[in-house]
Protein backbone atom coordinates (compact mmCIF):
# COMPACT_ATOMS: atom_id res chain seq x y z
CA UNK A 1 0.00 0.00 0.00
CA UNK A 2 0.80 3.42 -0.25
CA UNK A 3 0.95 3.85 3.08
CA UNK A 4 4.04 2.58 3.25
CA UNK A 5 5.80 5.23 3.18
CA UNK A 6 5.14 5.48 7.00
CA UNK A 7 8.63 4.34 8.16
CA UNK A 8 9.67 7.84 9.38
CA UNK A 9 11.14 9.39 12.96
CA UNK A 10 8.80 9.97 15.28
CA UNK A 11 9.21 13.63 15.23
CA UNK A 12 7.84 13.73 11.64
CA UNK A 13 4.68 12.56 13.21
CA UNK A 14 4.24 16.20 15.25
CA UNK A 15 5.31 18.97 12.50
CA UNK A 16 4.78 22.35 13.61
CA UNK A 17 2.51 23.16 10.59
CA UNK A 18 -0.20 20.53 12.16
CA UNK A 19 -0.55 21.58 15.39
CA UNK A 20 -4.23 19.48 15.29
CA UNK A 21 -1.75 16.19 15.41
CA UNK A 22 -0.91 17.09 19.30
CA UNK A 23 -4.60 19.08 19.82
CA UNK A 24 -6.38 15.54 19.14
CA UNK A 25 -3.78 13.25 21.18
CA UNK A 26 -4.47 15.57 23.94
CA UNK A 27 -8.26 13.09 24.42
CA UNK A 28 -5.84 9.64 24.14
CA UNK A 29 -3.20 11.26 27.13
CA UNK A 30 -5.88 12.05 29.25
CA UNK A 31 -7.78 9.09 28.87
CA UNK A 32 -5.01 6.76 29.36
CA UNK A 33 -4.18 8.61 32.52
CA UNK A 34 -7.61 8.66 34.03
CA UNK A 35 -7.68 4.72 33.55
CA UNK A 36 -4.09 4.42 35.63
CA UNK A 37 -4.97 7.38 37.95
CA UNK A 38 -8.82 5.41 38.98
CA UNK A 39 -6.82 2.00 38.81
CA UNK A 40 -10.37 -0.24 39.12
CA UNK A 41 -9.61 -3.36 40.79
CA UNK A 42 -9.44 -6.47 38.14
CA UNK A 43 -11.96 -8.31 40.43
CA UNK A 44 -14.53 -6.04 40.09
CA UNK A 45 -15.94 -6.07 36.87
CA UNK A 46 -18.54 -3.53 35.49
CA UNK A 47 -19.37 -1.66 32.13
CA UNK A 48 -17.67 1.48 34.32
CA UNK A 49 -14.49 -0.43 34.26
CA UNK A 50 -15.02 -1.67 30.96
CA UNK A 51 -15.42 2.11 29.53
CA UNK A 52 -12.55 3.13 31.57
CA UNK A 53 -10.14 0.63 30.09
CA UNK A 54 -11.75 1.21 26.09
CA UNK A 55 -11.81 5.00 26.44
CA UNK A 56 -7.78 5.23 25.16
CA UNK A 57 -8.68 3.01 22.19
CA UNK A 58 -11.74 5.05 21.48
CA UNK A 59 -10.04 8.18 21.46
CA UNK A 60 -7.32 7.01 19.23
CA UNK A 61 -11.01 5.87 16.86
CA UNK A 62 -12.06 9.64 16.86
CA UNK A 63 -8.25 10.75 16.46
CA UNK A 64 -8.14 9.08 13.13
CA UNK A 65 -11.65 10.73 12.36
CA UNK A 66 -10.53 13.86 12.78
CA UNK A 67 -6.66 13.89 11.24
CA UNK A 68 -6.02 10.54 9.55
CA UNK A 69 -5.65 10.80 5.94
CA UNK A 70 -8.23 8.89 4.81
CA UNK A 71 -8.11 5.92 2.54
CA UNK A 72 -8.33 1.59 3.09
CA UNK A 73 -4.64 2.17 5.16
CA UNK A 74 -6.79 4.27 8.06
CA UNK A 75 -9.93 2.33 7.38
CA UNK A 76 -8.32 -0.87 8.77
CA UNK A 77 -6.84 0.58 11.35
CA UNK A 78 -9.94 2.04 12.55
CA UNK A 79 -11.48 -1.30 12.10
CA UNK A 80 -8.23 -3.02 14.11
CA UNK A 81 -9.27 -0.55 16.94
CA UNK A 82 -12.88 -1.20 17.17
CA UNK A 83 -12.36 -4.59 17.58
CA UNK A 84 -9.15 -3.90 19.92
CA UNK A 85 -12.42 -1.87 22.32
CA UNK A 86 -14.52 -4.95 21.90
CA UNK A 87 -11.70 -6.82 23.36
CA UNK A 88 -11.03 -4.59 26.40
CA UNK A 89 -14.61 -4.83 27.28
CA UNK A 90 -14.76 -8.66 26.85
CA UNK A 91 -11.36 -8.80 29.21
CA UNK A 92 -13.01 -7.40 32.44
CA UNK A 93 -15.02 -10.66 32.47
CA UNK A 94 -13.40 -13.16 33.18
CA UNK A 95 -15.84 -15.57 31.78
CA UNK A 96 -15.74 -13.58 28.44
CA UNK A 97 -11.66 -14.37 27.76
CA UNK A 98 -12.01 -16.42 24.69
CA UNK A 99 -14.21 -13.47 23.53
CA UNK A 100 -11.85 -11.27 23.97
CA UNK A 101 -9.28 -13.10 22.69
CA UNK A 102 -11.46 -13.37 19.14
CA UNK A 103 -11.92 -9.87 19.17
CA UNK A 104 -8.02 -9.21 19.35
CA UNK A 105 -7.52 -11.69 16.65
CA UNK A 106 -9.69 -10.43 14.32
CA UNK A 107 -7.80 -7.01 15.55
CA UNK A 108 -4.49 -8.47 13.95
CA UNK A 109 -5.85 -9.64 11.03
CA UNK A 110 -7.32 -5.94 10.49
CA UNK A 111 -3.42 -4.73 10.69
CA UNK A 112 -2.09 -7.96 8.62
CA UNK A 113 -4.32 -6.65 5.94
CA UNK A 114 -3.32 -3.23 6.47
CA UNK A 115 0.55 -4.07 6.20
CA UNK A 116 0.20 -6.90 3.74
CA UNK A 117 2.45 -9.30 2.14
CA UNK A 118 5.45 -7.08 0.22
CA UNK A 119 8.10 -7.39 0.73
CA UNK A 120 7.73 -11.39 1.99
CA UNK A 121 11.68 -11.67 3.96
CA UNK A 122 10.55 -15.76 5.08
CA UNK A 123 13.99 -15.33 7.13
CA UNK A 124 11.95 -12.66 9.47
CA UNK A 125 9.13 -15.22 9.96
CA UNK A 126 11.22 -17.86 10.29
CA UNK A 127 12.77 -15.48 13.46
CA UNK A 128 9.33 -15.00 15.07
CA UNK A 129 7.89 -18.48 14.55
CA UNK A 130 11.23 -19.75 16.54
CA UNK A 131 10.86 -17.13 19.01
CA UNK A 132 7.04 -17.85 19.72
CA UNK A 133 7.32 -21.67 19.77
CA UNK A 134 9.71 -21.44 22.47
CA UNK A 135 7.16 -19.01 24.21
CA UNK A 136 4.91 -21.63 23.53
CA UNK A 137 6.98 -24.96 25.17
CA UNK A 138 6.33 -22.72 28.57
CA UNK A 139 3.23 -22.17 28.02
CA UNK A 140 1.16 -25.38 26.82
CA UNK A 141 1.70 -27.23 29.76
CA UNK A 142 -0.25 -24.54 32.13
CA UNK A 143 -3.24 -24.31 29.82
CA UNK A 144 -6.60 -26.76 30.02
CA UNK A 145 -7.30 -28.76 26.94
CA UNK A 146 -10.08 -26.39 25.53
CA UNK A 147 -7.92 -23.43 26.03
CA UNK A 148 -4.84 -24.73 24.09
CA UNK A 149 -6.12 -24.38 20.40
CA UNK A 150 -7.59 -21.26 20.51
CA UNK A 151 -4.32 -19.72 22.61
CA UNK A 152 -2.04 -21.57 19.67
CA UNK A 153 -4.85 -19.93 16.94
CA UNK A 154 -4.36 -16.39 18.61
CA UNK A 155 -0.68 -16.72 18.60
CA UNK A 156 -0.28 -17.70 14.95
CA UNK A 157 -2.23 -14.73 14.55
CA UNK A 158 -0.11 -12.52 16.58
CA UNK A 159 2.60 -13.82 14.90
CA UNK A 160 1.99 -13.05 11.63
CA UNK A 161 0.63 -9.85 12.39
CA UNK A 162 4.43 -9.27 14.12
CA UNK A 163 6.46 -10.68 11.07
CA UNK A 164 4.63 -7.94 8.97
CA UNK A 165 4.94 -5.22 11.34
CA UNK A 166 8.48 -5.36 11.86
CA UNK A 167 9.17 -5.86 7.83
CA UNK A 168 7.47 -2.22 7.77
CA UNK A 169 9.72 -0.86 10.75
CA UNK A 170 9.22 2.49 11.88
CA UNK A 171 6.26 2.95 14.30
CA UNK A 172 4.53 -0.48 13.03
CA UNK A 173 7.69 -2.47 14.61
CA UNK A 174 7.73 -1.22 17.56
CA UNK A 175 4.40 -0.96 17.89
CA UNK A 176 3.88 -4.46 17.36
CA UNK A 177 7.33 -5.84 19.18
CA UNK A 178 5.06 -4.16 22.44
CA UNK A 179 1.71 -5.51 21.69
CA UNK A 180 3.04 -8.76 21.73
CA UNK A 181 5.55 -8.32 25.45
CA UNK A 182 1.86 -6.95 26.23
CA UNK A 183 0.22 -10.37 25.04
CA UNK A 184 3.19 -12.70 26.76
CA UNK A 185 3.19 -11.03 29.91
CA UNK A 186 -0.37 -11.03 30.05
CA UNK A 187 -0.67 -14.90 29.13
CA UNK A 188 2.00 -16.12 31.76
CA UNK A 189 0.27 -14.06 34.12
CA UNK A 190 -3.34 -15.48 33.62
CA UNK A 191 -1.89 -19.18 32.80
CA UNK A 192 1.03 -19.88 34.53
CA UNK A 193 2.06 -17.21 37.43
CA UNK A 194 0.80 -14.54 38.82
CA UNK A 195 3.45 -11.73 37.98
CA UNK A 196 4.00 -8.56 40.26
CA UNK A 197 3.80 -5.11 38.26
CA UNK A 198 1.45 -7.28 35.53
CA UNK A 199 -1.02 -5.23 35.02
CA UNK A 200 0.67 -2.07 34.83
CA UNK A 201 2.90 -3.61 32.44
CA UNK A 202 0.27 -5.12 30.49
CA UNK A 203 -1.74 -1.95 29.92
CA UNK A 204 1.33 0.45 29.17
CA UNK A 205 2.48 -1.52 26.59
CA UNK A 206 -0.67 -2.41 25.34
CA UNK A 207 -1.67 1.41 24.91
CA UNK A 208 1.82 2.27 23.42
CA UNK A 209 1.26 -0.46 20.63
CA UNK A 210 -2.15 0.88 19.70
CA UNK A 211 -0.45 4.99 19.74
CA UNK A 212 2.35 3.68 17.57
CA UNK A 213 0.00 1.81 15.19
CA UNK A 214 -2.50 4.80 15.18
CA UNK A 215 0.43 7.34 13.95
CA UNK A 216 1.69 5.09 11.34
CA UNK A 217 -1.28 5.86 9.58
CA UNK A 218 -0.15 9.97 9.69
CA UNK A 219 1.15 11.21 6.35
CA UNK A 220 1.82 14.93 5.77
CA UNK A 221 -0.05 14.97 2.51
CA UNK A 222 -2.95 13.77 2.98
CA UNK A 223 -3.41 15.62 6.72
CA UNK A 224 -6.66 16.82 7.39
CA UNK A 225 -6.37 20.64 8.64
CA UNK A 226 -9.81 21.43 9.83
Not at 9 to 22: I, S, Y
Not at 106 to 117: M, V
Amino acid sequence: MDARKEGLPLKTFFPDQHPQVRRWLVPFILACSLYFLLWIPEDQPSWVSALVKCQPILCLLVFLWAVGPGGSYTWLLQGALVCSAVGDACLIWPEAFLYGMAAFSAAHLFYLWAFGLSPLKPGLLLFTTLASLIYDIFLLPHLELNMALPVLAYGLILNSMLWRSLVWGGSVGWGAVLFTVSDGVLAWNTFVHSLPFARIVIMSTYYAAQLLFTLSAIRHPGLKTH
